[in-house]
Structures are given as C-alpha cells and as structure tokens.
C-alpha cells in the first residue's frame, strides 16, 4: 500500500518562508509526476507546481518567482520551498504522486493535506 505523508505546513507571516516535504513510502517501483496543490473552503482545489521524473517544473502563475518545487528520488520525497508568503498563499497543500505501484499499475496518490496560514 503507497502512503504519502506530508510536513511543514504552519502559520508564517507576510513575506516570510516554509517548507513542505512529502515523503512517499509503500511498494514503489516508480514514481512519474509529483506536485502540490492548495485548495481554499468553498474553491476547487488548484495546482500549484509540479515536477517530472527528468525535474522538469511548471508552476501557477500565482507563484512563480517565489515557490520552489524539487524532489529527491532516492527518497521518493518532493519539496516546496515557499518564500515571499502572501496572505493569499494561505490554504490546505496536499501532495500529488503518479506511482508504478507493486500491482505494476500508475495511480495517482493523495496525501492528507497540510495547513499554511500567512498572516498580513
């Protein structure tokens, strides 16, 4: 069974910094795509970066410039380095993983989310 655990979510204040880490963990023979998204009560939940196997990263125009995505493959683990903060960066991050399974199969995998609240 693939899990993914994320940590460093909390509370920043404008202009400051975070670190998110998601570690994957389970019967993992590959791992494609992994990428964070935020979501808001009452909105969609939204991409926020992503990066391929290769490190390829594509980000929301919200925050290029000031999110980082990476990943350390030996550790099946994906950051998000987050400087600049804004109040509008506050909302749940969950984690998204494109895992080859043991069953030989791509699923995508969720984590259980993480709370960033940046305060003006």
């Known amino acids: 069974q693939v899990q993914l655990v994320e940590s460093g979510g909390g509370l920043a204040q404008a202009g400051g910094s975070l670190r998110l880490s998601c570690a994957a963990s389970?019967?993992?023979?590959?791992?494609?795509?992994m990428g964070w998204y935020r979501q808001t009560p009452g909105k969609q939940r939204e991409l926020v970066a992503v990066?391929?196997?290769?490190?390829?990263?594509n980000y929301a125009d919200s925050v290029k410039g000031r999110f980082t995505i990476s990943r350390d493959n030996a550790k099946n683990t994906v950051y998000l380095q987050m400087n600049s903060l804004k109040p509008d960066d506050t909302a749940v991050y969950y984690c998204?993983?494109?895992?080859?399974?043991?069953?030989?199969?791509?699923?995508?995998?969720w984590g259980q989310g993480t709370q960033v609240t940046v305060s003006s």
């Open positions: 998204n993983a494109y895992i080859l399974g043991g069953d030989f199969r791509y699923q995508s995998y």
């Open positions: 389970g019967r993992i023979l590959s791992i494609n795509a």
């Open positions: 990066i391929t196997s290769d490190g390829s990263t």
